[in-house]
Every structure is written in structure tokens, then in C-alpha cells.
């Protein structure tokens, strides 16, 4: 498995994944396509797949010209507002790219339908695997509890050896962070100064994320002390709102896949993805058949990823399409 980072508008990164083994490729995030695909011309490789953390322009929008480039691409992901979606990934769901496994797990947090991809190369039976994980955006903003579910129960339970891939560009104001909450840490420092002598810093691992990164070290004395709270959920929540003072501060962005973009540009891409998204995942294979949409958002609605707003728009396109709409049911 080879792994090309793509720097794309300032700060921003696309990937390639190639399975060399197969002579077949995916693109993450590809939002600048045709960075993209001289990258891909350079690989010799066959594009097979796009993996779509999340429906934001900066990092979906380039599907639709990729699409339209190279046809009869899978494009994966978990949002309907994700342009040219033909396959909605359910959570823990494993596909294959050429040789490559590919699971995906929903990680709602910075959009409701965020998705993180771990990706394996090798034999597990022997141990001997590369392993990686696509996170986004994971961390740009969100509810407390499902950061902390995101990190402890998903990202944090991956094997240690895991390289992680992040959306942006992003290492040396996040260690700047991290040291202001947890000056005395020996690890911190070693990275933040590497960090300054390179361009570009990923990947980090699992491994490395666990020793630097505070929002993984919510039960350490020092950042407890830190945030002068001791509950988990508090100590992440503390953790957000210093981190976003911080970003105020130096005008500058960041967390674990947590970047410094507009929010009020993210709020009309919200909107916008809606309208648009959704009619580009209904119409262009999600109701095609490749996967259930109906079962899909059944079962992000119980989860309550999506709101009634959402879901009076979904609707709304399913009809549009001769589908069967969807009620709002809960779970206990």
C-alpha cells in the first residue's frame, strides 16, 4: 500500500491510496481533481474509488468532475449531501479497494455524517499488516460526547501502530496547543520542534496521538489540571472551548483533523449540500440500487444524526425520485 499526500487550497489534503498489487487506487477528499489526477497519471495506477469523509465543499466537491472524468467510479460515503454518493457506508462496514480492506466507522462530531476509513494491507493472521486511517475533519467542532465517543471508542481503540491521515495541514498549531495545557510534556516539545522543519507532518500514529494529543489524554493529571474539571465529557468540553480561544488568538486552526475554516462558509455549505448533495446522491446511484438509501437514513435517523430539517428534505428528494420516504423514529 503506498499513501500520497495531495496538498490542496491552503492548508487543505486529498490522499491517494494505491494497491500496487492490483494496479487500482482510491482518492480521498479529492477537492482539487485535477491535482488528483496528475498525481494518479504519475502512479500508472486504475481509479476505482473516491472515500468521502464528509460532505463540506473542500472536500467533496471535486467529485463531481472526477466523476465525470473517470465514470463508474464507487463513491463512498455517508452523507446524501456528498456529490455524485453511490454508496452509503454503514457503520463497520468492510469493502475492498483492489486487495486493500477498507472499514468504515460513522464519526459524527464535525458533521453528523462524518465518516473516518481505516484501511489494511497484508495478512492479519501473520501480523504483518500496514495499517492507516483517514480521519477529515473529525475534530473541527462538535458535541462533547461525541468527540469523546469518536476518540475512546473508535479512533483511540485502533492498533497503535495505525498511521492517521487528517484533512489539513494542521501539526504545529495543534502541539502549540497542546503545549500551553501540557507544558511539562517531554513529547510534545520533541514533535513540535520536528514539526517546524518539515512541510508536511503526516502521518502522525495512534501511538504518537495518545503520548501529544490532550484530547486523548483526558484522564491525565495534568490535563485535569488543566481544565480544573475531572469528568471525561467535562474535560473534553474544556478542552474545545480552550482550543477554540486559542485558535481566536493566533487566527490560525486546529485538533486532531481540526482545521481553521470559515465556519460561516461551512454553515452555507451546509445548506447548499442539502439541496444539491442529496439530489446528486439520490439521483446519481444511492437510489440506483448500489445501496439501500431508505435503510440508510432509517437507521441514521434512529441514531439521531439527522434532525427533522434533514429529514423533511430527504424526503422531499426521495418523492422526487419515486421512493418511499422515511419516518422519524427513536430509540430508547
Known amino acids: 500500500m503506498r499513501i500520497i499526500p495531495i496538498p490542496i487550497f491552503e492548508h487543505n489534503y486529498s490522499y491517494l491510496i494505491v494497491d500496487d498489487k492490483a494496479n ?54 455517508a452523507d446524501a449531501r456528498i456529490p455524485e454518493l453511490n454508496y452509503v457506508c454503514k457503520h463497520n462496514e468492510e469493502f475492498t479497494v483492489g486487495t486493500l480492506k477498507v472499514r468504515s466507522y460513522h464519526t459524527p462530531s464535525h458533521t453528523r455524517g462524518s465518516v473516518c476509513y481505516y484501511v489494511r494491507d497484508g495478512n492479519e493472521a501473520n501480523e504483518e499488516m500496514e495499517r492507516a ?42 502541539l502549540q496547543f497542546a503545549s500551553t495545557v501540557d507544558p511539562n510534556n517531554h513529547n510534545i516539545r520533541k514533535k513540535l520542534s520536528w514539526s517546524q522543519t518539515t512541510q508536511c507532518t503526516v502521518p502522525s500514529t495512534i501511538e504518537e496521538e495518545l503520548e501529544f494529543n490532550p484530547y486523548l489524554r483526558v484522564s491525565d493529571p495534568a490535563i ?25 488568538q493566533t487566527n490560525g486552526s486546529n485538533g486532531l483533523g481540526m482545521h481553521g475554516i470559515n465556519e460561516s462558509e461551512n454553515i452555507v455549505n451546509e445548506m ?18 448500489i445501496n439501500g438509501i431508505s435503510e440508510i437514513f432509517d437507521s441514521y435517523i434512529k441514531m439521531n444524526i439527522y ?26
Do not use: W
Open 24 to 77: 487500482e487506487a482510491a482518492a480521498v477528499d479529492p477537492a482539487e481533481p485535477q491535482k488528483v489526477l496528475a498525481v494518479l497519471a504519475q502512479t500508472g495506477a486504475k481509479l476505482t474509488s473516491i472515500l468521502t469523509t464528509h460532505h463540506h465543499h473542500h472536500h467533496s466537491f471535486g467529485n463531481i468532475e472526477l466523476v465525470m472524468t473517470k465514470p463508474n467510479l464507487a463513491v463512498y460515503g
Open 133 to 174: 486511517v483517514f480521519t477529515g475533519d473529525t475534530l473541527l467542532i462538535g458535541d462533547a460526547k461525541d468527540m469523546y465517543n469518536v476518540l475512546y471508542n473508535i479512533l483511540g481503540k485502533l492498533p497503535k501502530d495505525t498511521k492517521v491521515y487528517c484533512g489539513h495541514e494542521c501539526a504545529r498549531l495543534n
Open 224 to 248: 485535569q489540571q488543566a481544565t480544573n474539571v475531572t469528568d471525561p465529557y467535562e474535560v473534553t468540553k474544556v478542552l474545545r472551548e480552550l482550543n477554540d480561544s486559542f485558535v481566536n
Open 272 to 289: 447548499n449540500g442539502v439541496h444539491n448533495g442529496v439530489h446528486n446522491g439520490v439521483h446519481n446511484g444511492v437510489h440506483n440500487g
Open 307 to 332: 434532525e427533522a430539517e434533514d429529514l423533511n428534505i430527504l424526503n422531499t428528494i426521495l418523492g422526487k425520485s419515486g421512493g418511499s420516504s422515511i419516518k422519524k423514529t427513536t430509540i430508547n
